[in-house]
């Protein structure tokens, strides 16, 4: 019995030794330019060295000896950045190999059925398939009756604490509230969330920004709640997010060309004191104000979308369900230099925007629309620099966590490296040559040949 044990254990470390003997001592990516998102300026010719799903070092090449069973790779010429994290997203499961073939390796899950989007995240960070980590709300807690059947309903404030606590119980990593919370439940529902530590954010529509971040919101979803709290009559604002849905959405997309500058610097203003963090989700605005331009259909990221699934979006239902004329388009395209107005004047007094795109609803593409909201936020105003900062860092602080979104030793090694510069043009952002997932190196190519 004893011979056996030796036996056993002789044979084990003669294993284990096999192992180290040929198992290789991580990867070096060396020679490219460095952004790694804290701010800092760029590092030129370094050296960043991961070893399994974390960085352990990024340094100038100068001196640089790798050990004898490091893999190597050259990635001189080249620009090394954070992955990117969506920060509004509706995940759905065919979407996962396109946000990591579009660089994106975080998403922040803002609505889905409560069980399956649980467990997507359960089993997509549990490990095992190449996807990006989710961070998700579970479902969104709406009023009653809800805008979409899988939300939790909030009837009124017992029921907004309830909901809260079906999430803190389901486990949910934050809370997303709808247009139909209004203040007092609000108040309820963020009275409760304190008491969990449960992050909570929203897409307003019975209350307006400022109210809702007085009872300590802490995150807004595209921007708002901004004309509501900006304008002088907001009563027919509230008048049509009663009515329905879309009439809310029209009145409140709309409502941007109505405010007056001094208004929104003052809502600008006092949310960034607040510390509040926007989710502008320009490529939304962008996208819907031009519904009714035929690029719109014909755009080549589409081709990344399952046929079924565009069929599934069926925009056409969707304008005819919303009552959307060409008017109204060419009023939401009317709104666009006050949204953007916004967007500078709240980063002006020191405000937090992180880049989220709301794919994959109707012509929103997974992973693709991300590069799309870093372009419009450069567009808005945004130095590239603070644009990468939105989806990389801004987004990280959003979700609460600081072992994604910059790049540094002891930080998850989720990174891209580009071909060219995304400093000089945001565009470049899409020039993806490979996608570092957790440690693990993809050439983008193969990543984009599943579909
Ligand atoms: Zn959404």
């Given at each position: 019995?004893?011979?056996?044990?030796t036996?056993?254990?002789?044979?084990?470390?003669a294993?284990l030794?096999?192992?180290?003997?040929?198992?290789?001592?991580?990867?070096?990516?060396?020679?490219?330019?460095v952004?790694d998102g804290?701010?800092?300026?760029?590092?030129?010719?370094?050296?960043?060295?991961?070893?399994?799903n974390r960085?352990?070092?990024?340094?100038?090449?100068?001196g640089?000896?790798?050990?004898?069973?490091?893999?190597?790779?050259?990635?001189s010429?080249?620009?090394i950045?954070?992955g990117?994290?969506?920060?509004h997203?509706?995940v759905?499961?065919w979407?996962?190999?396109?946000?990591?073939?579009f660089?994106?390796?975080?998403?922040?899950s803002?609505?889905?059925?409560?069980d399956?989007a649980?467990?997507?995240?359960?089993?997509v960070n549990l490990?095992?398939t190449?996807a990006?980590?989710?961070w998700?709300?579970?479902?969104m807690?709406?009023?009653?009756?809800?805008t979409?059947?899988?939300?939790?309903?909030?009837?009124?404030?017992?029921?907004?604490?309830r909901?809260i606590?079906?999430l803190?119980?389901a486990g949910?990593?934050f809370a997303?509230?709808?247009?139909?919370?209004?203040?007092?439940?609000?108040?309820a529902?963020l009275?409760?969330?304190?008491t969990?530590?449960l992050?909570v954010s929203?897409h307003l529509?019975?209350?307006?920004?400022?109210?809702?971040?007085?009872l300590?919101?802490?995150?807004?979803?595209h921007m708002?709640?901004?004309?509501?709290a900006?304008?002088r009559?907001?009563?027919?604002?509230?008048?049509?997010h009663?009515?329905n849905?879309f009439?809310g959405w029209?009145a409140?997309?709309?409502g941007?060309?109505?405010v007056d500058?001094?208004?929104?610097?003052?809502?600008?203003?006092?949310?960034?004191?607040r510390?509040?963090?926007l989710?502008?989700?320009?490529v939304?605005?962008?996208t819907?104000?031009?519904?009714?331009?035929?690029?719109?259909?014909t755009?080549?990221a589409?081709?990344?979308v399952?046929?079924?699934?565009?069929?599934?979006w069926n925009?056409?239902?969707?304008?005819?369900r919303?009552?959307w004329t060409?008017?109204?388009f060419?009023?939401?395209r009317k709104?666009?230099?006050?949204q953007?107005?916004?967007l500078r004047l709240?980063?002006?007094?020191?405000?937090?925007i992180?880049a989220?795109?709301?794919?994959?609803?109707?012509?929103?593409?997974?992973?693709?629309?991300?590069?799309?909201?870093?372009e419009?936020?450069?567009?808005a105003g945004?130095?590239?620099?603070?644009?990468?900062?939105?989806?990389?860092r801004?987004?990280?602080?959003?979700?609460?966590v600081?072992?994604?979104g910059?790049?540094?030793?002891?930080?998850?090694a989720?990174?891209?490296v580009?071909s060219a510069?995304?400093?000089?043009?945001?565009?470049?952002?899409?020039?993806?040559?490979?996608?570092?997932?957790?440690?693990?190196?993809?050439?983008?190519?193969?990543?984009?040949?599943?579909?």
């Amino acid at each position: 019995m004893i011979l056996r044990n030796t036996l056993a254990l002789i044979l084990g470390l003669a294993l284990l030794a096999a192992c180290a003997e040929r198992a290789p001592e991580g990867v070096a990516l060396v020679g490219a330019t460095v952004i790694d998102g804290t701010g800092r300026p760029p590092l030129r010719d370094a050296v960043v060295v991961v070893r399994g799903n974390r960085i352990a070092s990024i340094a100038p090449r100068a001196g640089f000896e790798p050990p004898r069973r490091m893999t190597v790779v050259d990635v001189s010429g080249r620009w090394i950045i954070p992955g990117l994290i969506d920060a509004h997203a509706h995940v759905e499961r065919w979407a996962l190999p396109r946000y990591v073939a579009f660089g994106v390796t975080s998403l922040r899950s803002v609505h889905g059925r409560m069980d399956s989007a649980l467990a997507l995240r359960d089993e997509v960070n549990l490990g095992g398939t190449a996807a990006p980590r989710i961070w998700s709300a579970g479902a969104m807690i709406d009023g009653v009756p809800p805008t979409w059947p899988d939300a939790l309903e909030a009837a009124d404030e017992r029921g907004g604490r309830r909901a809260i606590d079906t999430l803190v119980a389901a486990g949910a990593d934050f809370a997303k509230l709808y247009t139909r919370i209004d203040s007092r439940r609000m108040r309820a529902i963020l009275d409760e969330a304190r008491t969990f530590g449960l992050p909570v954010s929203a897409h307003l529509g019975l209350t307006d920004a400022l109210t809702a971040t007085s009872l300590g919101l802490g995150a807004i979803e595209h921007m708002s709640g901004v004309p509501e709290a900006a304008a002088r009559d907001p009563e027919r604002y509230y008048a049509a997010h009663r009515q329905n849905f879309f009439s809310g959405w029209t009145a409140f997309e709309r409502g941007w060309a109505d405010v007056d500058s001094a208004s929104l610097h003052r809502v600008a203003r006092v949310l960034a004191e607040r510390g509040t963090i926007l989710v502008p989700t320009m490529v939304l605005h962008d996208t819907y104000s031009r519904l009714d331009d035929p690029a719109i259909y014909t755009d080549d990221a589409l081709s990344a979308v399952p046929r079924p699934e565009i069929e599934r979006w069926n925009t056409s239902e969707m304008i005819q369900r919303a009552g959307w004329t060409t008017e109204d388009f060419a009023d939401f395209r009317k709104s666009r230099p006050n949204q953007e107005l916004f967007l500078r004047l709240f980063r002006a007094e020191g405000g937090v925007i992180a880049a989220g795109t709301d794919a994959s609803n109707q012509q929103l593409v997974p992973g693709a629309s991300e590069h799309r909201e870093l372009e419009l936020l450069v567009q808005a105003g945004l130095p590239p620099e603070a644009a990468l900062a939105a989806a990389t860092r801004n987004a990280a602080a959003l979700l609460g966590v600081d072992s994604i979104g910059t790049l540094g030793a002891g930080r998850v090694a989720d990174l891209l490296v580009l071909s060219a510069d995304p400093l000089r043009d945001i565009r470049n952002t899409r020039s993806i040559e490979y996608v570092m997932l957790r440690g693990t190196l993809y050439p983008a190519d193969s990543l984009r040949a599943g579909w």
